[in-house]
């Protein structure tokens, strides 16, 4: 009997050549299991089982882990607006270690000797993917035919061809990742430091005209209404935004960053649902936190952000911070309204029983209720006692 290799499938180039390489070279049963985070829909998974199933694979999974990335990862960036960079909303990055940990599950569940992946060499995923499977699974054996052979997009192309997979290989000009929270687009123009990807690279296009205003409800940090419609299950808020959101092109940007291994790496995104609820998340906290959560918050945030990027999820200090950043969202619940107009938003102001700007100690710039000018004379003169000792001793000003 032939010995089992599971292959974490996307249905693209790369997992597809994985799936036929893996089959005719190195004779081994190949399982196909495709991890949905949120990026396929119905009619788009039962192609892919279809094109599974033609390129040879024994038996063809999904595996839907939408919830559980939501409730394990996405909420809790949310909580800490976590932007890589201050731009992207680390959409794949989180991602892969949800798709690697349901992968390596059912891999112990059919007795699989091997795993496998189509990670090239040059970028993050193989070490998200690697790790993961490492820690869970040390005595399954790892096989990557992409990343050693140092196959080049053409190359693997020519591959199928002479085995006879016919496709629509101008579709595969470029790497797309789709999920619940964005999706990613690599090509030719990411390769580069001074081209930008072209309007038709998008699988999103600028349909909608004009501009609409909305509202986003949070209750505790988390969205749970859109437009006025509320929803138990934020998954389904989330994808209610989108296909709001996606017609305006919102949430464009291309992302430059230190990849894991070391080198540079350029990509570019589209985030709409993601970007328009991180800022009007923050809008909200800006509203209903107090100075030192916002300044903790943000220190801890940047951290849990690095630590998904780097592939380092499973390490228990990420379950400390999200323990911190869920007990800062007790009072993060109101109405956010957003205007959206093709290719931007604008973030139109809050409603919250929360909201620190509805005090009786004062109207900032306008109306002091609480303290009399002799009381800041006061406050001032105290505050600016150890600068006076420091410049009287120093003489530097």
């Not at 909200?284 to 945030?301: A, D, I, N, P, V």
């Amino acid at each position: 009997m032939k010995e089992k290799v599971v292959l974490a499938y996307s249905g693209g180039l790369d997992t597809s050549f994985c799936a036929k390489y893996l089959s005719v070279e190195k004779n081994l049963e190949v399982y196909t299991a495709l991890a949905n985070t949120g990026g396929f829909g119905a009619e788009e998974l039962e192609d892919i089982e279809t094109k599974a199933y033609e390129l040879g694979s024994a038996k063809h999974v999904t595996l839907d882990v939408t919830d559980t990335y939501y409730s394990k990862c996405i909420r809790y960036m949310v909580y800490g607006n976590v932007l890589r960079n201050n731009t992207y909303p680390i959409s794949v990055s989180s991602e892969r270690v949800f798709q690697a940990i349901a992968i390596i599950e059912y891999a112990k569940k059919i007795g699989a000797k091997y795993v496998a992946h189509g990670s090239t060499g040059a970028g993050n995923d193989q070490v998200r993917f690697d790790l993961t499977f490492e820690v869970l699974a040390p005595d399954i054996e790892i096989l990557t035919p992409t990343r050693d052979l140092q196959l080049s997009r053409q190359e693997e192309i020519d591959y199928l061809k002479k085995h006879g997979v016919e496709a629509d290989w101008s579709k595969m000009a470029y790497s797309i990742n789709k999920g619940l929270w964005g999706t990613s687009i690599g090509g030719k123009e990411t390769l580069t430091s001074d081209k930008t990807l072209p309007e038709e690279a998008y699988p999103s296009q600028l349909e909608a005209k004009g501009e609409k205003e909305i509202s986003l409800d949070f209750v505790k940090g988390e969205l749970k209404g859109v437009d006025g419609k509320k929803y138990f299950n934020t998954v389904d808020a989330i994808r209610a935004l989108e296909a709001l959101a996606a017609p305006y092109a919102i949430g464009r940007d291309m992302h430059i960053g230190d990849t894991i291994i070391g080198i540079k790496g350029r990509v570019g995104f589209e985030a709409a649902a993601p970007m328009l609820i991180i800022k009007a998340h923050q809008m909200l906290e800006k509203h209903t936190l107090t100075k030192w959560q916002m300044y903790w918050k943000e220190q801890l945030s940047n951290w849990y952000g690095m630590f998904l990027h780097e592939s380092l999820y499973l390490d228990p200090v990420m379950r400390d911070i999200e323990k911190f950043l869920e007990n800062t969202q007790e009072t993060v619940t109101g109405k956010v309204i957003v205007t959206l107009k093709p290719y931007h938003y604008v973030l139109v102001g809050v409603e919250s029983d929360y909201d620190l700007m509805k005090s009786d100690f004062g109207e900032y710039g306008e109306m002091n209720k609480a303290w009399t000018s002799e009381d800041v004379k006061g406050f001032t003169k105290i505050l600016g006692t150890s600068l006076k000792i420091y410049n009287s001793v120093n003489k530097k000003y």
